[in-house]
Structure formats: structure tokens, C-alpha cells
């Protein structure tokens, strides 16, 4: 459906051409590199063979990897510290991008540039750094009514001196050993939640003190030497500092202002430049050279040949193919590359959540979307909860959240759509029915039985479309076998009919189809499934009938047998859940009410009207997101859906 063609193409150009053209393509081309030399190696590179072209093909025997650049990621550490050295945010200009240059000439106007840069940089880190330290010592203020001199305390003959916090739990420890400790403990204050002490001891027992305070967690201040004194001086001191140091870092952002209208556009350019040249040492990982030739692969969307063509013809000597991927080496698995509509685009992201769709298989997307509103529209009808859904939308939307927001807004579709019907705005019934007086609306609690039936019914189209994709996806990769004899083929579609007609009768008495055919069809289409491989290899004309021993084969078919019956019928049921919640949402709704109803006044009225739908919204919106995605997983997609593919990755810039 949504899954677009792709092509690959495989380049031969000069060596002293590659950077270039690799810029043309990342700069126009929605390409997805691949290591060439697996190519290479497979036999699957192709180039016509003329006469012209000869050596380039000749040359391939002594092809070997390209060594990147090592340098291009401390250059772009370069520019990102002098954008942050004088406080600009860059900005990857798409006009910069186009401009020539060549890499030595870029790595030095950025080395100009942060050499120019570093002394202010280093200046502006190493006063940040004092201010720093000078915070830390706050603390001093604590000691402000002591008129100490802490210089001389701190450098006692006979006694040593420490500064430094404890917490509660360690200080009780050392007053529980009070008897067992020489030293004086005082506690000075609390400073950033953690309490501060002074501890002196005799120097003779500076050891012993030492193991103590570890076993303690001790954290010690050390105060620099240059600003002891008495509390008093210095707390002047620091503030004084802190003022100068202040001061020097204004006169340093003036400086980085002055220089970010100077290089803030040279800083664009270079970091555009830097930017391609990343990209294409990032793509030559992938790409193989010799002395004179380099040899390159890549995938480009159906459509793009006519562009890579132009960027071609504009260099000589470039030889070139474009290639199906059946003609790719069977190593380089096809990118798969998702084009919807913008409608459908916000579901890719929940259908990739169980697995990116092959190559060639049906993108289930659209299927998803559409379906997905309904279920999820099904068990969470109600107009008024649904236009909050899409006014949340808009705003995630607003708020650059796209994916969230887009997808709140498609859902809340469905809420809206079936909340009408339902005749529900804000869990109040009857409201709608007043304003528009039509017999159109069908209220869950008043048609229990039909709700259950419809959803059932509903699960059933669900599968009967499962099961179409599925014999479609099949035979477009040639899979007969499984195509038409399998469980989830045509033969699987016909025993799931014919199920239902079977259970139908049963719980109904009417006969559709007469017994005897009905059964003789299903025992047909069991006998089919038994045999389904050694059937399936006569249709392939295969000489072998079984992939093991018969036995083998024969006793793994019972079980899935077995297998297939409690399939079919639990993922049919399944679909009541849709009916149950959608019951389940009334439900809620009427115990708010009666709850309301027992408060007995206007603001209990009020506070259980929002209570009730802000725990409906997020909780039960939640159950009922997470159950939509599992009957998708657990009963659509197992029908038809492999998964298994690996998105297109476009190394465009």
C-alpha cells in the first residue's frame, strides 16, 4: 500500500571526484548507503562491461575499505565549545551548506578561531571556578559572633584543629564513646543540611583521631590558607572577592557579546561545512577505493534517478546502473521506506512498535489507522471526552510534540463519531437526544446483548481483512503453500467461515448450509492443512515432500491443528472486549453519578463531574489505548503481518 519502490544504484567515479559527489547526493538525494564491498564480494556491484569502462572494472581486484577521517569528531568538539564560550546556540543553515570548501582550510579557521577564544574561555572558567570556592566558604558566617583568629587556631603547637560536617546519625556515634575519645566536639550549626563541627585534639593522638573521624564519614574543610583570620575579616574578605570576581566575569560576557556579532555567521559556516564533511566520512565506511577509483552503493527512492542523473552528467568518467532489488545480493536486506498520507503518517509509529513492515509485504498502516479509531472509538464513545482529546491534541501539537498530538487528534475522530451515537457528552446521557431529536442514537446500557454481538461481529470483518492481507502478502512473494493451503491462506479463510456458519447454527437452531456439507467442507479443509507441505512442494514441483521425516512432520501438523481451532474461535471472541468496555465506560460514568447523587448538593455535583472524568480520561483512556493495540498484536497481525523489515534510513542532510 504505502510502501515505495526503491532502486539501487551503484557508482564508479575518481577518487579525487568522491567528495563531491558524495556532497551532491547527501544534499539532494534521499539515499541509504550500503557496504559495497558485501556487493563486491557477492558479484552483485554491476557496470556494463565496455571498452571504455574496462580498467574500472579490471580494478576492482585490489578494491579495498576507506579509511575515515579521525579528526573531523574533535573538530566538531572545537566548534561546540566556542559556540558555548560565548554563549551562542549554532544553527545548521541550509544555504551554508551548498558552499565549497575544502577541510584543511575549515580546520584552520576553526583553530584560528579557538585559539583566539581559549584564553577568554579558560579566564572565564577559572573566575566561575573561585566564585565557585568562595560560595563554598559561607559557612564562616556561622562563625561570625567568635572572635577567633582561626590562623592561629588552625596552627596550634600541640593541638590540631579540624573543620567539617558530620550528620546526625555519625555525631551520636562519637558521644556514645565520648569516654574513649581526647578531643573536644563542638557543633557549630546547621549549613546546607548538614551540621558543622570543630574538633580539637592533642597532636600526639592525631593518628587514633584520624580513625575515628574515617569511621565516622568526617568531611573535612580545608580552608585556604590566604583568607584565615578572624570570622569576622573574613567574611569581608570573601564578599569582596566574590564582588571583584563578579565584576571580571561582567567584563568577560561584554567581551563574548562582542565577539558573538563577529563569528556567531563565520560559526554557522563552519559548523554547515563540518556537518557535510561528517556525513560523508560517516558514508565512506561504506565505500571502497583503489589507486585511481572509488566504488559506492546506495539505495534512492523510484522517482530520484532524474536528479541523481543531472549530478551525475555534471563530472566526467562516473559510471553508473540503477538496479531492482531482486538483482541485490541477498545479504543487503531492502530498507523499507513508509510513505502516507499525513492522515495516516501519526499510526506508523504504533504498527513499527510491533515491527517495520517488509519489503514486500502490505504496509499495514492505513488498515491500523482506520480500524484503530474505530475500536478505540467503540469503547471510548463520548463527544464531550472526545473533544479533549482533540483540543490536548492540538496543543501537544502547538508545543512541537507532532507525533502525540497528531495522533490525539485522530482518535478523538472516533471518540467524537461514536460518543454522538452513543449519546454521551461528559457521561451524561440523553443530553445529545434533546438537542437533536432523532431516532439515530443506540445507548450501550439499553442494547447490552446487540453491543456484545456487534463487537463480535465487528472482530469478524476485522479478520475476514486479516486473512485477505494475508493471502495477498503470501502470493506476492510466490508462497502457493502458504497462499492457499495454509491456516492464514485461502483454505484457512474458507475453515474460519465455515466455523462460524457451524457455531452459528448451534446457538441459533437454523440451518444454513446442509449438515452433511458442512461438515464433509471442514473435514476437507482439515485434511488440507495435514497435508499442507507435501502439497505444497507438489505445487513447486519439488521432488522432496517433507522438510524432516514424515513422522515428524505429521505429529508437529496435529498440534497445529489443534492450534488453529482454539485460534480461531479465541480470536473471534476476543473482539467482545470492544463491547465490554464500551459498557464498562457507561458503568463508570453512573457510579460518579451516584456518588454525586449521595453527596447531595451543587459542589459535590460539580467536584464528582470532575473527578469522575479525569479519572476516566487517564485511566481508563490508558486501559483502552493499550487493549485496541492488543487485539491489533495479538489477533489481526499474527494473521498476516511479518514485522520483520528495517526502515529506510536516509543519510540526506
Known amino acids: 500500500m504505502a510502501v515505495k519502490k526503491l532502486r539501487m544504484l551503484n557508482v564508479v567515479c575518481r577518487n579525487e571526484?568522491?567528495?563531491?559527489?558524495?556532497?551532491?547526493?547527501?544534499?539532494?538525494?534521499?539515499?541509504?548507503?550500503?557496504?559495497?564491498?558485501?556487493?563486491?564480494?557477492?558479484?552483485?556491484?554491476?557496470?556494463?562491461?565496455?571498452?571504455?569502462?574496462?580498467?574500472?572494472?579490471?580494478?576492482?581486484?585490489?578494491?579495498?575499505?576507506?579509511?575515515?577521517h579521525k579528526e573531523i569528531e574533535s573538530y566538531m568538539q572545537k566548534i561546540e565549545k566556542i559556540a558555548d564560550s560565548i554563549g551562542y546556540d549554532k544553527q545548521l543553515h541550509f544555504d551554508y551548506l551548498h558552499e565549497s570548501y575544502e577541510f584543511d582550510q575549515v580546520k584552520k579557521e576553526i583553530d584560528d578561531i579557538h585559539c583566539q577564544l581559549l584564553n577568554l574561555t579558560e579566564e572565564k572558567e577559572w573566575i566561575e571556578k573561585q566564585l565557585e570556592l568562595l560560595e563554598d566558604m559561607k559557612y564562616v558566617e556561622m562563625l561570625e559572633g567568635i572572635d577567633i583568629d582561626l590562623k592561629k587556631l588552625l596552627n596550634m603547637k600541640y593541638f590540631t584543629a579540624k573543620f567539617g560536617f558530620l550528620t546526625k546519625e555519625k555525631r551520636k556515634k562519637i558521644s556514645r564513646n565520648y569516654e574513649n575519645i581526647f578531643a573536644v566536639v563542638l557543633h557549630l550549626g546547621t549549613y546546607l543540611e548538614k551540621e558543622l563541627y570543630i574538633i580539637i585534639s592533642p597532636k600526639k593522638l592525631d593518628v587514633e583521631m584520624e580513625r575515628i573521624l574515617r569511621s565516622t564519614d568526617f568531611m573535612e574543610i580545608k580552608i585556604n590558607p590566604e583568607y584565615l583570620s578572624t570570622p569576622q575579616v573574613m567574611i569581608k574578605k570573601i564578599e569582596e572577592e566574590q564582588l571583584k570576581y563578579r565584576d571580571d566575569l561582567s567584563e568577560l560576557m561584554i567581551k563574548s557579546e562582542k565577539y558573538l556579532s563577529e563569528y556567531s555567521?563565520?560559526?554557522?559556516?563552519?559548523?554547515?561545512?563540518?556537518?557535510?564533511?561528517?556525513?560523508?566520512?560517516?558514508?565512506?565506511?561504506?565505500?571502497?577505493?583503489?589507486?585511481?577509483?572509488?566504488?559506492?552503493?546506495?539505495?534512492?527512492?523510484?522517482?530520484?534517478?532524474?536528479i541523481c542523473d543531472k549530478i551525475f552528467s555534471s563530472r566526467v568518467n562516473v559510471l553508473?546502473?540503477?538496479?531492482?532489488?531482486?538483482?541485490?545480493?541477498?545479504?543487503?536486506?531492502?530498507?523499507?521506506?513508509?510513505?502516507?498520507?499525513?492522515?495516516?503518517?501519526?499510526?506508523?509509529?504504533?504498527?513499527?512498535?510491533?515491527?517495520?513492515?517488509?519489503?514486500?509485504?502490505?504496509?499495514?498502516?492505513?488498515?491500523?489507522?482506520?480500524?484503530?479509531?474505530?475500536?478505540?472509538?467503540?469503547?471510548?464513545?463520548?463527544?464531550?471526552?472526545?473533544?479533549?482529546?482533540?483540543?490536548?491534541?492540538f496543543i501537544m501539537k502547538l508545543k512541537k510534540n507532532?507525533?502525540?498530538?497528531?495522533?490525539?487528534?485522530?482518535?478523538?475522530?472516533?471518540?467524537?463519531?461514536?460518543?454522538?451515537?452513543?449519546?454521551?457528552?461528559?457521561?451524561?446521557?440523553?443530553?445529545?437526544?434533546?438537542?437533536?431529536?432523532?431516532?439515530?442514537?443506540f445507548r450501550p446500557m439499553e442494547n447490552i446483548n446487540q453491543?456484545?454481538?456487534?463487537?463480535?461481529?465487528?472482530?469478524?470483518?476485522?479478520?475476514?481483512?486479516?486473512?485477505?492481507?494475508s493471502i495477498f502478502n503470501k502470493l506476492k512473494i510466490k508462497d502457493l503453500s502458504g497462499g492457499l493451503l495454509g491456516k492464514n491462506g485461502l483454505n484457512g479463510m474458507l475453515l474460519f467461515f465455515m466455523m462460524l456458519v457451524f457455531v452459528f447454527e448451534l446457538a441459533t437452531g437454523q440451518s444454513l448450509i446442509q449438515g452433511w456439507l458442512l461438515k464433509g467442507l471442514i473435514f476437507l479443509s482439515v485434511l488440507v492443512l495435514v497435508f499442507e507441505e507435501p502439497l505444497g512442494n507438489i505445487l513447486k514441483g519439488n521432488k522432496s515432500l517433507y522438510k524432516e521425516s514424515a513422522g515428524e512432520y505429521y505429529t508437529e501438523s496435529g498440534f497445529n491443528i489443534l492450534e488453529t481451532f482454539l485460534g480461531m474461535m479465541s480470536n473471534s471472541i476476543s473482539f467482545i472486549r470492544v463491547g465490554a468496555f464500551a459498557l464498562n465506560h457507561v458503568g463508570l460514568f453512573i457510579a460518579f453519578h451516584i456518588m454525586a447523587e449521595m453527596i447531595g448538593s451543587i459542589s459535590g455535583n460539580v467536584i464528582m463531574f470532575f473527578l469522575g472524568n479525569v479519572i476516566i480520561i487517564g485511566l481508563e483512556g490508558l486501559i483502552v489505548f493499550i487493549q485496541g493495540l492488543?487485539?491489533?498484536?495479538?489477533?489481526?497481525?499474527?494473521?498476516?503481518?511479518?514485522?520483520?523489515?528495517?526502515l529506510f534510513s536516509s543519510d540526506k542532510i
Not at 492488543?630 to 528495517?646: A, N
Open 265 to 306: 555567521q563565520k560559526i554557522d559556516k563552519l559548523y554547515a561545512k563540518l556537518t557535510v564533511e561528517a556525513k560523508i566520512n560517516n558514508i565512506k565506511k561504506k565505500v571502497a577505493a583503489t589507486n585511481l577509483h572509488s566504488y559506492f552503493s546506495a539505495w534512492i527512492p523510484e522517482g530520484e534517478e532524474e
Open 402 to 441: 507532532l507525533s502525540y498530538g497528531d495522533l490525539l487528534m485522530r482518535i478523538s475522530v472516533g471518540t467524537m463519531s461514536f460518543g454522538f451515537f452513543y449519546d454521551s457528552f461528559f457521561g451524561y446521557e440523553h443530553l445529545i437526544s434533546k438537542v437533536i431529536p432523532l431516532p439515530i442514537f
Open 17 to 68: 571526484d568522491l567528495d563531491n559527489l558524495l556532497k551532491d547526493l547527501v544534499l539532494n538525494v534521499d539515499c541509504q548507503f550500503e557496504n559495497v564491498v558485501k556487493e563486491i564480494e557477492d558479484s552483485s556491484f554491476h557496470i556494463a562491461l565496455t571498452e571504455e569502462n574496462a580498467n574500472e572494472i579490471l580494478d576492482m581486484e585490489d578494491i579495498t575499505p576507506i579509511e575515515p
Open 451 to 469: 453491543i456484545l454481538l456487534l463487537s463480535v461481529g465487528l472482530g469478524i470483518a476485522l479478520l475476514t481483512l486479516s486473512y485477505g492481507f
Open 630 to 646: 492488543r487485539l491489533f498484536y495479538y489477533e489481526l497481525f499474527s494473521k498476516f503481518y511479518r514485522g520483520e523489515g528495517i
Open 320 to 393: 553508473t546502473i540503477y538496479k531492482d532489488e531482486k538483482e541485490v545480493s541477498p545479504r543487503i536486506v531492502t530498507p523499507t521506506l513508509l510513505k502516507n498520507s499525513s492522515f495516516f503518517s501519526p499510526f506508523e509509529s504504533m504498527v513499527n512498535m510491533y515491527g517495520v513492515p517488509c519489503y514486500d509485504e502490505i504496509d499495514a498502516t492505513r488498515f491500523f489507522g482506520v480500524a484503530y479509531i474505530i475500536l478505540f472509538g467503540a469503547m471510548f464513545g463520548d463527544l464531550g471526552q472526545g473533544l479533549l482529546f482533540l483540543i490536548f491534541g
